[in-house]
Every structure is written in C-alpha cells, then in structure tokens.
C-alpha cells in the first residue's frame, strides 16, 4: 500500500465526517437554532477551559466581531502543531478536521466533554463558513484556515512573536445556510461565561461586543470560585448567615466541590455539574449530597437536643428550604442517562460526595453552632409549615372526594371538554374578568378573573400559599396538581393566558403569576402552555376607520400612513376595563387576530431564571433597582 493511497483514504473518511455534521448537525450540536449557534462558542471555549484545568492557562478573551463572527483566543500552551505520524499532517489540522479528534493524546486530567457537549473543534469548523486558527509557539505563529471544514492550505508559520507568548486565537464564522439566526446574544454568552469563570476558580474570562459602537465589556474571574457562585445567587435575599459553607476533596478518583448558604427564601436553588457542565435532572453526584446533608443535620440537631426525642426527623426538603447550593465534581469518564442525558449515573460519585459533604459539614457544624442552631431552627419552622399545608391539602383532597371535582366559582368554564382545543385566559380584576366574559368565544375559551394581586409566591411559606385564595382558583381550575402531585396529563386547557393591563401594575400582576407558575408548575412553562396576551396600547379612528396601535411605533407607522391631520381621535388605553367587549374580543382574544407571547425558560440557564424571579419578587431593594436600571433598555413602554 503506497504512502499516497493512504493518505488518499483518510482524506475521504475526514471529508465524510465533516458531510456527516453537515448533514446532521443537530446531532452534534442539539439544534441549528439561537441555541445551537451559542453552542458553537462554547464548544471553543471548552476546549480552552480544558487547558485551564490542566493548570496552563488563566485567561480567555471571547470577541464578538462586527461582521457576527465570533474569536476566542486562550494563554495556554496552543495546540500542538508537530507532525502527527498516524494522520500524517500536523496535530493542529487533526483536531480542526477530524471528527472526534477532540480527545486528549495521553491521559491525565479531565476532560470538560460528555453529552452534546465538547465533540470538538471540527464539528465548529465543520459548521462554518469560514475559521481560521493562530497557535503561538516557540515565538512562531502559526496558522491555518478552512471553508466549511476544508483546510485552505497546509498549517504555515506567518509570522514571529515574542518568545514567552503562547496560546491559541480561533475565530469563526458560522455558516448562514446551517442556522436558522447567525446573531449572536450578548446577555447569552455573558450568562454562560460567568457560570464557567464561577465553576473554574482563578480563570479570567473576558467577553466583548465590538459590533457596537462603543463597544461593551464584561470580565468575569472568581478567585473564590464556587463560593463566590452561591454569594452571586443570593445577591438579591437576605442570606441566613455571613459565611459560605464549603467543602472540597477528593475520593476514588472524583474530585468534590460544594458550596452552599441558606437565605430567608423558601426555595431550594441548588445547581449540579459534572466537568463543567450543568446537569438538570442531577443524578448520582446530587443523590449524595442530599443523602449527607439530611444524615448530618438530622445526627447534629438530635445530638445537641435541637429536636427533641420526641420530635420526627427533618425531612431532606426540611433542610433544603431556603437553600443554593452548587455542586461541582470533575470525573474522568462521565457517563450520562436518561432521556436527554443530563443525568450523572456513575455511582462512585454518590459515595464521594457523600464521603466529603458528611466528613466536612460535621466539622463545621461543630466549629460553628450558632450557624448549625439557625439552619435546624429554619429547618423545623419548615416542617411545621410542611405538616400544617399537608394538612390544608388532605383537607381539600377529602372534599373533592366528596363532592366531586369542585371547580372555583369565579371561573366561567368553556363547553368543550377536550383540553387540546382549550385555553383559560387568567385576568386581572372583576371588571375586565366581566368584559372577556362577555367577550369569549364560549366553547374554547375560559375566564377566571383574579381579584387584584395575588400572593408573592417568593415571599410566603407553603401554608399560606395553599391557603391563597386566588392561586387555589388557578390549581383547581388548571387540574394538573402541583409539585409531587404535578401530573400534566390531567391539564385541562392547552393554553394558559395571563391577561393584564399594559402598564406597571398589569406587568407586577403578570411577574407575580410567572413566579408562581415557576415556582409551583415550571413544566407548564417549559412545555409551552404558558402565554401572555398582548392588549394594545391605542385605538385610532378617523372617518370610520379603526386602527389599534400596540406599541408607540406601530402608532408612529399607522399615523404616517392615514396623515397626522387634526381628524384622528387617538385613546390611550389605560387598562383592559376600557374597552368594551368587542374591542376586547377584537384587539385581544380574537385567535385569528391577536398576538400571544409564549413564555419560554432557557432550559441551559435556570439559576439565571433564578435569580431573576429573586431580584424582582424578593426583598431587597437595590438588586432590584440595578436590574431595572440595566434592563430598562429593552422597555418600550415603561409606563410610570
Ligand atoms: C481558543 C481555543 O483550543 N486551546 C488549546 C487546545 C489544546 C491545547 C492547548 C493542548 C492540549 C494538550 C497539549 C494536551 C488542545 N490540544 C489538543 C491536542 N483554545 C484551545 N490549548 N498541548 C496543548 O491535551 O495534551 C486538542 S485541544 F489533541 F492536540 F492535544
């Protein structure tokens, strides 16, 4: 076999795995939509945070260019550009060309890839249009570029640089005809380059947006690391006490890290990774920690007479009330399960962290009993809640079964009794409820109005909120259940719309029932049934015309087009209640008119989800204000 036939051989097979993720790139990179483009960026950066672990490198700088082209250039080593004798071609070219050539030459350290996650630089190159790659080495740069994958030239050396200079520069161009949007999100990639900076301690990330004038910057670099994630969550509620909890260690081969604090919320935030990467349904690494943290307060608070030998045990939800908690462990090979493999299954990281977390927390509830007394104390007020909703629900289980499925009284229920054809539209106040009422299309639609504001959900314990008068009309009315008892199977409308005014108070009554969807039934959400209604904000007439405006530029066209001359009547609405029903019907329910807003939670970014229902709906004020002030540029209408 001669030199030439092989290297003929491997040529076709490299090309035929670049088709491959041409063809299928979902398969790589899970979607060619905003997701799957963000997730090239991330695919680049991996491989850089690899080199950080591995100890070489400190700093990654990420660039999004004016023409939407993305650069990453780390510190590290840079890939390495010697002659591979196998592929007969520089290393370089092989882990920018070939398919799975992301792994490691040799062991050693771990590798920040398992599931969608970390198949490399050639499914990036393979999906771009254009990318081109500078290793700084020995004071040569080195370069080599590719169309959708395809080297241009032989990796040459273009120019010298500074002897102690060394790292990699990628830059990219996604490729317009794969994705369905080539935009890159700056709050998205910010998002989740700060969780890397938070999950690698000491790396420096710094992203930028050049494509506007000027241009905006953020630096993220945690010497604290995980610690200063759980801080970052809790910026926005009153933390229970001063200090982080922390443990780290090491055991068969699984290295440990946990951060936790409680706060004065009611929720349990806590977040699980394995390399890196988030895992959403948990999995071994989070059985472990909820073993050790509910085995550990449970010996501590017996042991020094907190419960008393009468008292039940704390319940692992007992202790997790009010809880962040990150969870970090870094494994060799990962193995993932379940549907969407984003579960950890290998079972010696259950043993490890539950070795670390019980050896560690012990010694610092021991060092710290003040801090150990206030977490039990929470801990029991917690339980008492707990026992006094169950019985609140069993109560309302026993009724129902009583006198059979007892729909609240307020709600003007549709005909039609087959949920896909179904929606409820959930709306503020009496007297709009009684206008869309009037409105509704009978046989789909259903009204439950709400009497003014109903309860935060962020601020109240399960017994009051069970107890809530309003948001026990909107579980019996939706039929799902909530939390264990969730089963969306039993859903009786496909569409869920929150209909509230188009100003401030409309938008807090709208805040105030996402929490509590998100709170109480997140899949509602996540499944897509969750709406908003969009009233409109002005009504034009003129010679018998009607025109309805739902934003000031909408009104700014529509004036342009029939003449600013003094023959328009323009009304403001300042709530639903204004109009009458057939504008109602018209502007807002209408299904062939109307606009609907879905709302959609970032499945990648829930502690962002997180922190955002914190800020608004907890207590503390200034979070809040900033958040506001940051985020105000994409009001249109702050209405105050
Ligand atoms: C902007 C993207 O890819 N950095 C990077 C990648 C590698 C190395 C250093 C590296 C790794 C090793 C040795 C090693 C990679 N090397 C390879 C391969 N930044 C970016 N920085 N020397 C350098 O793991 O042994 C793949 S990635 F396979 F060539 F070693």
Redesign the pocket.
């Known amino acids: 076999m001669s030199v030439e036939h092989e290297y003929g051989a491997d040529q076709i097979q490299i090309l035929e795995g670049l088709e491959a993720v041409r063809k299928r790139p979902g398969m790589y990179i899970g979607s060619t939509s905003e997701r799957g483009l963000h997730h090239l960026v991330y695919e ?1 950066v991996d ?2 945070v690899d ?1 950080a672990l591995a100890g070489y490198c400190s700093h990654i700088i990420v660039t999004i260019n004016p023409d939407n082209s993305v650069t ?3 510190d ?5 550009v010697g002659l591979n004798h196998k592929a007969g071609k520089s ?1 370089l070219e092989v ?1 920018y060309t070939v398919l799975h050539a ?1 792994g ?3 062991g050693g350290g771990y590798k920040v890839s398992g599931g969608l996650h970390g198949v490399g ?1 050639s499914v990036v190159n393979a999906l771009s249009s254009v990318l081109c790659v500078e290793v700084y080495r020995d004071g040569q740069v080195y370069y080599q570029s590719y169309k959708i994958g395809k080297p241009d030239s032989p990796v040459e050396i273009i120019d010298k640089c500074e002897m102690d200079k060394h790292g ?3 830059t990219f161009l996604p490729d317009s005809s794969i994705f369905e949007v080539t935009e890159f999100d700056y709050d998205t990639l910010k998002q989740r380059l700060r969780e890397t900076a938070f999950l690698t301690k000491g790396l420096r990330i710094t992203l930028s947006d050049t494509r506007r004038e000027p241009a905006v910057s953020n630096e993220f670099h945690y010497a604290g690391g995980i610690k200063e994630f759980v801080t970052y969550l809790n910026k926005s509620s009153e933390a229970l006490y001063e200090d982080v909890i922390y443990c780290e260690g090491k055991k068969d081969n699984v290295y440990v890290e946990v951060a936790m604090q409680h706060n004065d919320s009611y929720n349990d935030a806590t977040y699980s990774f394995v390399n890196n990467i988030i895992t959403p349904e948990g999995g071994t690494h989070l059985a472990g920690f909820r073993n050790a943290l509910t085995k550990t307060f449970n010996l501590y608070a017996r042991s020094n007479k907190i419960l008393k030998d009468a008292d039940p045990a704390l319940s692992g939800d007992d202790i997790r009330e009010g809880l962040t908690a990150i969870i970090s462990v870094k494994i060799e090979e990962p193995q993932f399960e379940g549907q969407t493999k984003q579960k950890l299954g290998n079972s010696e990281a259950r043993g490890a962290v539950d070795s670390v977390v019980s050896e560690q927390l012990t010694y610092f509830l021991e060092q710290n009993p003040v801090v150990a007394k206030s977490i039990c104390e929470k801990s029991m007020l917690a339980q008492r809640a707990r026992e006094a909703a169950r019985k609140a629900r069993d109560l309302t289980r026993r009724k129902t079964a009583l006198e059979g499925m007892a729909l609240p009284g307020k709600l003007a229920d549709c005909s039609d009794k087959d949920p896909k054809n179904c929606e409820i539209f959930i709306v503020e106040g009496d007297s709009a409820g009684g206008s869309a009422k009037t409105a509704r299309s009978r046989a789909t639609q259903a009204i439950l109005p709400l009497r003014g504001k109903i309860l935060n959900v962020e601020k109240a314990r399960l017994d009051r909120i069970y107890g809530n008068a309003e948001i026990k009309a909107m579980i019996t009315a939706f039929g799902t259940g909530i939390h264990d008892e969730f089963d969306i199977s039993k859903l009786r409308y496909d569409k869920i719309i929150i209909m509230t005014d188009a100003d401030v108070d409309g938008s807090h009554i709208a805040t105030l029932m996402l929490t509590f969807l998100y709170r109480f039934m997140p899949e509602l959400i996540k499944q897509g049934h969750v709406y908003l209604a969009t009233p409109p904000l002005y009504k034009v007439e003129k010679n018998k015309g009607v025109w309805y405006a739902y934003d000031d530029i909408e009104l700014g066209t529509i004036l342009n087009e029939i003449g600013r001359d003094g023959n328009n009547k323009i009304q403001r609405y300042k709530g639903l209640g204004e109009m009458d029903a057939d504008q109602l019907w018209e502007t807002t329910m209408d299904p062939e008119k109307r606009i609907l807003k879905r709302v959609m939670i970032d499945e990648e970014n829930t502690s962002a989800v997180d922190v955002i229902f914190k800020t608004l709906m907890g207590d503390k004020v200034e979070p809040r204000r900033e958040f506001i002030e940051e985020n105000a540029k994409y009001v249109q209408n702050l209405d105050v």
């Open positions: 680049i491989n850089a080199e990453v250039e780390d590290g080593r840079g890939i390495p290393a882990v992301g490691k030459f040799g630089a990699t520069k990628v």
